[in-house]
């Protein structure tokens, strides 16, 4: 594990004013990298994966999300478990990545090989 500070110079920078963080219900993930199809629904929201289920909801327009989150209650309520102002404690705990592995052959596509792999990464 290696650990790794680092101090931003704002707290709270103006671009994340008026931004959500939104932990995704179980029975949804958001796989696409610019969370594209998700919220396809409202055309003006953007929705950022911040790793597993976690996300970043944001607005072009000031007030336009909390409008959004007023109006279309239940609809957030179902997709969501939890959903809020952005806090700089708000982080995501996992973050998934991709590996590319050549020249494996498909009978040794095996759980402990993949975890030797990401084992090997780890150090």
């Known amino acids: 594990e290696v650990a790794f500070e680092y101090k931003t110079y704002e707290e709270k920078p103006k671009w994340l004013e008026h931004n959500y963080f ?3 219900s179980e029975n949804l993930e958001c796989n696409n990298p610019k969370g594209e199809h998700f919220l396809d629904c409202f055309f003006s929201i953007r929705v950022s994966p911040l790793g597993c289920r976690t996300v970043l909801l944001r607005a072009d327009e000031e007030g336009e999300l909390e409008e959004l989150l007023k109006e279309e209650r239940v609809w957030f309520g179902k997709c969501f ?29 095996e759980e402990i090989l993949f975890r030797n792999i ?4 780890d150090s």
Request: proline share 6%; glycine share 6%.
């Open 22 to 24: 939104g932990v995704l």
């Open 81 to 109: 478990e939890l959903i809020r102002r952005w806090e700089p404690s708000d982080v995501a705990t996992d973050r998934y990545i991709w590996l590319q592995c050549y020249g494996i052959p498909l009978n040794s596509w």
């Open 118 to 121: 990401s084992n090997q990464l």
